[in-house]
């Protein structure tokens, strides 16, 4: 008698707020635990002792091009024990015309996992919806959540619990901006959004927010975001999609991370930004090169954070 196959939903991970709160601080807890293990470990290519993906492979597919990212998931497939194939679209079939859909479909039969750098974020959640395998968002035009973890890492490494903390975002309403929103309702803190008012968070994004739990108010003025906050984050003026470079700097000129601004904050207060950064334009070389400053930690913490998501989504 042939015995029923059972199947399980894979794990994704794509946005923040898709993924209950209890379940996003244990993905945190295991990040700061396996990042204290490696302290005794010598060499960043040396696996982890637990090594949970031993025998796993990650498919990492990228449409837009990436240094923190690739590398980071590159190097915590390898931590953890497991391997990583790097596909770029130009590389592959979809680049020629393949729908995401059978895309999707043959990878689940080559590897145990994909994380995807795309364009659109509906190409992910296509992804997502005919994969088999857990689908990790490494970056879309809506969200960046797996950056946003390791930012909430790096902040309560720096400043301590991050429930009730003011955070102020300076610039555009971007992914970025976007994937802090959802991490303000799951993780409980103050979020101001300064931003020009031609490209702040809609209404609808706000009441979002609010109506789950959230503390998140929109503001044109700089000083009123971030007078007494515990952190200040920022991103680059002009994303890689973004075809009205010059009028979004000038829109957001008055929105640059200056020393005197960030004096503003709360003592101690730290600065964060994703990177790649451009002196000058978003922030002053004085506060990103600063003591202030936490982006080179926020930086590495990418591989401690990543790995405890793909040891989420892959039941490790």
Same mark, same amino acid.
């Given at each position: 008698m042939k015995m029923p196959v059972v199947t399980t939903a894979p794990r994704h991970f794509l946005d923040l707020h898709q993924v209950d709160a209890a379940t996003l601080r244990g993905i945190l807890s295991d990040a700061v635990e396996r990042k204290r293990n490696r302290a005794t470990i010598i060499g960043r290519g040396a696996r982890d002792a637990d090594a949970p993906l031993a025998g796993r492979m990650l498919a990492m597919l990228f449409e837009r091009p990436s240094t923190r990212t690739r590398v980071s998931f590159q190097v915590a497939m390898a931590q953890l024990g497991g391997d990583s194939i790097i596909l770029r679209q130009e590389e592959l079939q979809l680049g020629r015309g393949e729908t995401v859909a059978d895309t999707a479909r043959v990878l689940s039969r080559y590897v145990d996992g994909i994380m995807a750098r795309a364009r659109d974020h509906q190409a992910l959640l296509d992804m997502a919806e005919h994969a088999t395998v857990p689908v990790i968002n490494g970056l879309t035009d809506r969200s960046h959540p797996c950056q946003v973890m390791a930012d909430i890492?790096?902040?309560?490494?720096?400043?301590?619990?991050?429930?009730?903390?003011?955070?102020?975002?300076?610039?555009?309403?971007?992914?970025?901006?976007?994937?802090?929103?959802?991490?303000?309702?799951?993780?409980?803190?103050? !979020?101001?959004?300064?931003?020009?008012?031609?490209?702040?968070?809609?209404?609808?994004?706000?009441?979002?927010?609010?109506?789950?739990?959230?503390? +998140?108010?929109?503001?044109?003025?700089?000083?009123?975001?971030?007078?007494?906050?515990?952190?200040?984050?920022?991103?680059?003026? +002009?994303?890689?999609?973004?075809?009205?470079?010059?009028?979004?700097?000038?829109?957001?000129?008055?929105?640059?991370?200056?020393?005197?601004?960030?004096?503003?904050?709360? #003592?101690?207060?730290?600065? !964060?930004?994703?990177?790649?950064?451009?002196?000058?334009?978003?922030?002053?070389?004085? +506060?990103?090169?600063? #003591?202030?400053?936490?982006?080179?930690?926020?930086?590495?913490?990418?591989?401690?954070?990543?790995?405890?998501?793909?040891?989420?989504?892959?039941?490790?």
């Amino acid at each position: 008698m042939k015995m029923p196959v059972v199947t399980t939903a894979p794990r994704h991970f794509l946005d923040l707020h898709q993924v209950d709160a209890a379940t996003l601080r244990g993905i945190l807890s295991d990040a700061v635990e396996r990042k204290r293990n490696r302290a005794t470990i010598i060499g960043r290519g040396a696996r982890d002792a637990d090594a949970p993906l031993a025998g796993r492979m990650l498919a990492m597919l990228f449409e837009r091009p990436s240094t923190r990212t690739r590398v980071s998931f590159q190097v915590a497939m390898a931590q953890l024990g497991g391997d990583s194939i790097i596909l770029r679209q130009e590389e592959l079939q979809l680049g020629r015309g393949e729908t995401v859909a059978d895309t999707a479909r043959v990878l689940s039969r080559y590897v145990d996992g994909i994380m995807a750098r795309a364009r659109d974020h509906q190409a992910l959640l296509d992804m997502a919806e005919h994969a088999t395998v857990p689908v990790i968002n490494g970056l879309t035009d809506r969200s960046h959540p797996c950056q946003v973890m390791a930012d909430i890492m790096t902040f309560e490494e720096r400043v301590g619990p991050i429930r009730s903390k003011v955070l102020a975002w300076v610039g555009a309403c971007n992914n970025m901006a976007q994937s802090w929103m959802h991490a303000a309702v799951q993780f409980g803190f103050d !979020l101001r959004l300064a931003c020009p008012a031609e490209l702040g968070p809609t209404p609808a994004m706000v009441t979002w927010a609010c109506d789950r739990g959230g503390n +998140v108010r929109a503001t044109t003025d700089v000083n009123a975001a971030v007078a007494g906050a515990d952190c200040v984050m920022t991103d680059t003026w +002009v994303s890689m999609n973004d075809k009205d470079g010059d009028r979004r700097k000038q829109l957001l000129e008055g929105f640059q991370v200056t020393a005197s601004l960030l004096a503003s904050a709360k #003592p101690g207060a730290i600065f !964060l930004h994703c990177l790649p950064a451009h002196r000058g334009e978003e922030v002053e070389a004085a +506060v990103i090169d600063g #003591p202030q400053s936490a982006v080179w930690d926020e930086a590495e913490n990418r591989v401690h954070a990543q790995k405890a998501i793909l040891a989420w989504c892959l039941g490790a």
